[in-house]
């Protein structure tokens, strides 16, 4: 069965800092694996994905996710945060449109 | 061009009752998939429609139903209503030709009192 690790519950960083997210995955064949952003009480926009060929994924808001297959992980990158980046991330996998996602980074961002 | 809509965005029930979620998806798009987001939790995957024919179901008892229309709208249907049924509940639609991402709407809050 396929699942989803997302070791980080909370994590807080400075404005204009670097921030990575974990996820990790378990998946019986190649992945397609996504990163999406939730704000309260609005749906999930999706920041990236990958489903084949290069490792290092470019997405939305200048976030880029690599994909590590040896170590079954695909960790959310970004150089410098933004106060506007604050909000739940969350990591999934799957075949097609059966999702299996983690449990979320709540990301909070301090002036 | 318009997201995923869903309706209502907020709805109140009580245990025992019945309740119908609607979707539209993106104009295009013939996949539409449900899932449960329970307050601290990511989403979980409940049905997956496509052509109008369902292509997965998660893991959630028969109270549980769905249907996808012709013009590839669908409806999320849960019966005798439990509390813990209390939840958001996403639509995200898809081109359903295999390895597309999803796009979700910002989902139906449901409560159970």
Redesign the interface.
Known sequence: AQSVTQPDIHITVSEGASLELRCNYSYGATPYLFWYVQSPGQGLQLLLKYFSGDTLVQGIKGFEAEFKRSQSSFNLRKPSVHWSDAAEYFCAVGPDEKLTFGTGTRLTIIP | DAG?TQSPTHLIKTRGQHVTLRCSPISGHK?V?W?QQVL??????IF?Y?EKEE??R?NFPDRFSARQFPNYSSELNVNALLLGDSALY?C?S?L?Q??????????T?LSIL
Request: charged share 10%; net charge positive.
């Open positions: 995923v996949s998939s899932y601290g939790q990511g989403p979980q995957f997956q496509y292509r997965g998660g996403l995200a898809s359903g295999g390895g597309q991402p999803q796009h979700f709407g910002d989902g809050r």
